[in-house]
C-alpha cells in the first residue's frame, strides 16, 4: 500500500513534467519547428484531419518550413487550415509545396513568450503539487486505517517531499532552457 501510494505520485509528476515538455513544443522560438504545426487541422473530405497526416512536413532551414501533400487539391485546404490556425504564420505554395516562412521575433514578442513559458511552469507545479497532496492524503489514510505507523508515515512524507523537490526542479530546469531558447537571436 505504501508504495503504490508513492509509485501513484510519481506518475501524477510524471504526467505533468510530460504536459509541460508537449506544451512547451508549441511555444514559438525564432526557429521552425513542425511541432508548431501539430494542432493544425486540414479538411480531408470533410473531416478534420492532422496536418501531418495529409502531407510531409520538413525543416530545410532554421526560418523555414515546408508541407508536401500527398495530393495536390489538398494545397489550398491546407493553407486555409494554416490561416484558420491563427498562429500568425503565412504560408505560400508554387503549385506543389507550401513554405511558411518564419519570421524573426521582436524583442518584446520574445519577452511575452518568456512569461508564457514560466506560466507554463508554473501550472505545472501546481500539478506535482496536487500529486503531492493526494499521495499525502493517501499515507494519512493508510495511517489512519493502522495499515502503516507513525514512523512510516513520517518516512512516507519525506520520501514524497524529496519527490516533489526534485521534480519542481526539473520543472525549473525546462524553463529555464526553453526561456533561453526564446531569447536567443
Given at each position: ?45 470533410g473531416t478534420p484531419t492532422p496536418l501531418n ?39 505560400s505554395s508554387d503549385g506543389q509545396i507550401i513554405r511558411i516562412a518564419i ?83
Amino acid at each position: 500500500m505504501y508504495n503504490d501510494v508513492i509509485k501513484k505520485a510519481r506518475s501524477g509528476m510524471d504526467k505533468a513534467v510530460d504536459a509541460l515538455k508537449k506544451d512547451m513544443t508549441k511555444v514559438r522560438t525564432g526557429r521552425a519547428s513542425t511541432a508548431l504545426l501539430d494542432d493544425v487541422m486540414v479538411d480531408y473530405y470533410g473531416t478534420p484531419t492532422p496536418l501531418n497526416q495529409v502531407g510531409t512536413l520538413a525543416v530545410p532551414e532554421p526560418r523555414m518550413i515546408t508541407i508536401q501533400p500527398w495530393e495536390k487539391k489538398l494545397l489550398s485546404e491546407i493553407e486555409k487550415a494554416i490561416f484558420k490556425a491563427d498562429l500568425g504564420l503565412n504560408p505560400s505554395s508554387d503549385g506543389q509545396i507550401i513554405r511558411i516562412a518564419i519570421p524573426p521575433m521582436t524583442e518584446e514578442r520574445r519577452k511575452e513568450m518568456g512569461k508564457v513559458v514560466r506560466k507554463m511552469g508554473e501550472d505545472a507545479k501546481v500539478a506535482v503539487r496536487g500529486a503531492r497532496r493526494e499521495a499525502n492524503d493517501g499515507m494519512k489514510k493508510l495511517e489512519k486505517g493502522k495499515e502503516i505507523s507513525a514512523d512510516d508515515l513520517k518516512r512516507g512524507e519525506k520520501e514524497i517531499q524529496d519527490l516533489t523537490d526534485s521534480f519542481v526542479a526539473r520543472i525549473d530546469e525546462l524553463v529555464v532552457a526553453k526561456e533561453k531558447e526564446i531569447m536567443e537571436i
